[in-house]
């Protein structure tokens, strides 16, 4: 498995699992299907409610835990800086491990500074291997880091062929933190399946159109944690590492970049709000 290094030394595999929108009744097979596949890396959240079930694969899997990257996220909920060590218990105790792999503020929303300042706190203390964010624009997390003692090693931002964050990753790649992708294929939007460029792509290479976005974003040194329940699928997803795509190829898809996101608006006020007040614990 390709591995990046990120900015405190810590290894973490190119490809990775997703188990977003996965009901808890299905994750853990789910997950046990994926680590018997390859993966190493597995995505989850408190708000994606199977952290438990993610903890049950990997304990049943055989695996050793050093052999396994764990990411998951802080709810905006548990941003205040007790409240945010108390969830990271919670989680760690769901997930029936020691420490973390990967840790993220999920969204840029609410009193993140208390939490990152708790995410120091338990990175300090060895619990954690790696701290970052999902979902801060650039500017945002600039303002973390300038100000704060810690500075995040991977920002996961939504990006695929029609939101493809240029501007963002190369801010990432100038200040050393990692670009991942979440939602790689667009979540199915924009009828990302059938789009003419990729399918034309995928065609020239004998890949599918999942093969093609993938490795379009690996080739861009962007980790990626695309997410299926179908065996067949994770065996394709991960085995995106003995073709390569041109430079005309890469220019090709580049060209879909609608620069905005088909999945939802971060600057609408309703849709803000909403992330930002949503409860998912008592």
Same mark, same amino acid.
């Given at each position: 498995?390709?591995? %990046?290094?990120?900015?405190?030394?810590?290894?973490? $595999?190119? #490809?990775?699992?997703?188990?977003?929108?996965?009901?808890?009744?299905?994750?853990?097979?789910?997950?046990?299907? @994926?680590l018997?596949?390859? =993966?190493?890396?597995?995505?989850?959240? @408190?708000?994606?409610?199977?952290?438990?079930? /993610?903890?049950?694969?990997?304990?049943?899997?055989?695996?050793?835990?050093?052999?396994?990257?764990?990411?998951?996220?802080?709810? /905006?909920?548990?941003?205040?800086?007790?409240?945010?060590?108390?969830?990271?218990?919670?989680?760690v105790? *769901?997930?029936?491990?020691? !420490?973390?792999? *990967?840790?993220?503020l999920?969204?840029? !929303?609410?009193?993140?500074? @208390?939490?990152?300042?708790?995410?120091?706190? *338990? =990175?300090?203390?060895?619990? #954690?291997?790696?701290? &970052?964010?999902?979902?801060?624009?650039?500017?945002?997390?600039?303002?973390l880091?300038?100000?704060?003692?810690?500075?995040?090693a %991977?920002?996961?931002?939504?990006?695929?062929?029609?939101?493809?964050?240029?501007?963002? &990753?190369?801010?990432?790649?100038?200040?050393?933190?990692?670009?991942?992708?979440?939602?790689?294929?667009?979540e &199915?939007?924009?009828?990302?399946?059938?789009? $003419?460029?990729?399918?034309?792509?995928?065609?020239?290479?004998?890949?599918?159109?999942?093969?093609?976005?993938l490795?379009?974003l690996?080739?861009?040194?962007v /980790?990626?944690?695309?997410?299926?329940?179908?065996?067949?699928?994770?065996?394709?997803?991960?085995?995106?590492?003995?073709?390569?795509?041109?430079?005309?190829?890469?220019?090709?898809?580049?060209?879909?970049?609608?620069?905005?996101? $088909?999945? =939802?608006?971060?600057?609408?006020?309703?849709?803000?709000r909403?992330?930002?007040?949503?409860?998912?614990?008592?």
């Amino acid at each position: 498995m390709k591995e %990046v290094r990120l900015n405190n030394g810590v290894m973490m $595999p190119s #490809i990775g699992f997703g188990v977003f929108q996965i009901p808890a009744e299905n994750t853990e097979d789910v997950v046990s299907q @994926a680590l018997e596949t390859g =993966y190493r890396m597995i995505d989850t959240a @408190a708000a994606y409610f199977n952290e438990e079930q /993610v903890g049950n694969a990997i304990r049943h899997s055989g695996l050793k835990r050093e052999d396994i990257f764990i990411t998951t996220k802080l709810w /905006v909920q548990d941003y205040e800086y007790e409240d945010a060590l108390r969830a990271f218990d919670r989680s760690v105790k *769901l997930l029936g491990l020691d !420490y973390i792999d *990967l840790y993220l503020l999920h969204k840029p !929303y609410g009193n993140y500074y @208390a939490a990152w300042r708790a995410c120091e706190r *338990l =990175y300090k203390e060895g619990r #954690i291997r790696a701290i &970052g964010v999902t979902s801060f624009s650039s500017e945002r997390l600039q303002d973390l880091f300038l100000h704060n003692e810690i500075k995040p090693a %991977v920002n996961q931002l939504e990006t695929h062929p029609f939101f493809q964050q240029q501007a963002a &990753g190369g801010f990432l790649q100038r200040e050393g933190i990692q670009h991942e992708a979440w939602a790689p294929f667009a979540e &199915g939007q924009n009828d990302i399946w059938n789009n $003419p460029v990729l399918k034309t792509i995928a065609k020239r290479h004998g890949r599918t159109v999942g093969q093609v976005v993938l490795r379009w974003l690996n080739q861009r040194n962007v /980790v990626v944690i695309p997410k299926t329940v179908h065996k067949e699928r994770m065996a394709e997803n991960l085995g995106i590492l003995d073709f390569t795509l041109t430079d005309k190829e890469m220019l090709a898809i580049a060209g879909l970049d609608t620069g905005h996101s $088909p999945i =939802y608006d971060d600057t609408d006020l309703s849709t803000t709000r909403n992330i930002g007040t949503l409860r998912i614990h008592d």
